[in-house]
């Protein structure tokens, strides 16, 4: 069981009555249930009330039931396979109410995201990524479609970005064979953690490089090689990675650089409107629908 979460019933174990044991034992031998459970389904499965179900919560430190639950899922992604994750979903969630479930902890994500964002370290992130000559970008697995978007839009900023290909460790470190201090990376990863992008941001740190880390906890393998972190919250939607927090600090990191970097990309976008007009690369479409 996660740290944090066993050492605070531990904590108050002394004071439990004997719903509240009935509670703990549950969630200390069934913690991938308890990670999908309502509050009021824990009580039912237990023999106790909803109400004494959010008490505990409140009892061992939690500000209720629901944060009590987001520590239980934190503690179970990295260990979960893919199959275990898809079995749990379809056990927890009725199919009728996949869509409510999804486009609702996708919301609560974002507003983790926001609430829990370091604002002084985002804008050092940016500060140090502005200055730099070349910009690598790493993901591994789902994240790779976070690298290729933050690297396509990197690309209008700055003259060098190279999204490097994560193949192994080895095919990583070979296109970083000639990075120096006036080079960044960005890595990028999410519970189960990529190996391969935490060894490349210790790598590009003992090089000097500015090591910009998007992962979710402070306990990140990425987080020992990082010298800038940025945190945003990633939670499991069935085997599925919820990305829409870390891709918001991304959208967000690009326009701040951008911006920062105007003239620079207000002639770039020039010459490419000028190109994708001359060789009619997108659809027009006419006012009417016409």
């Known amino acids: 069981m996660n740290d944090q979460l066993s050492e605070r019933i531990q904590r108050s174990r002394r004071g439990f009555s004997k719903s ?6 549950y969630l200390q031998d069934h913690p991938e249930e308890v990670a999908f459970m309502t509050a009021s389904r824990l009580g039912a499965t237990v023999g106790v009330s909803e109400s004494t179900v959010v008490r505990f919560a409140t009892e061992i430190g939690y500000s209720g039931y629901p944060a009590m639950q987001q520590a239980v899922q934190e503690m179970i992604r990295n260990k979960l396979t893919s199959l275990q994750r ?9 199919p009728d109410k996949l869509l409510e479930a999804a486009l609702g902890q996708d919301i609560d994500i974002l ?18 990524l502005e200055k730099s000559k070349r910009v690598f970008v790493l993901g591994a697995g789902s994240s790779l479609a976070l690298a290729t978007f933050l690297a396509h839009y990197l690309r209008l900023v700055f003259d060098n970005v190279q999204l490097v290909e994560a193949t192994s460790e080895t095919a990583i470190l070979q296109q970083m064979v ?8 960005i890595a990028i990863s999410f519970p189960r953690y ?7 941001l210790r790598y590009a740190s003992s090089r000097g490089m500015t090591a910009i880390a998007i992962t979710d906890s402070p306990l990140s393998p990425l987080a020992e090689g990082a010298s800038h972190l940025l945190l945003a919250r990633s939670d499991m939607v069935s085997f599925v990675d919820s990305l829409v927090g870390p891709l918001s600090v991304i959208n967000a990191l690009i326009v701040t650089v951008a911006i920062r970097k105007k003239p620079e990309v207000a002639e770039a976008l020039r010459r490419l409107e000028t ?16």
Do not use: C, H
């Open 20 to 25: 509240q044991r009935a509670i703990a034992g």
């Open 275 to 290: 190109i994708w007009e001359e060789y009619g690369e997108y659809e027009k479409v006419e006012e009417g629908g016409r």
């Open 194 to 200: 990529s190996r391969k992008a935490a060894k490349a």
């Open 111 to 128: 507003r983790r995201t926001r609430e829990n964002m370091d604002t002084q370290a985002f804008y050092q992130a940016v500060d140090a």
């Open 178 to 185: 000639r990075v120096n201090d006036g080079d960044a990376i």
């Open 86 to 94: 898809l079995e749990m979903t379809s056990r927890n969630i009725p």
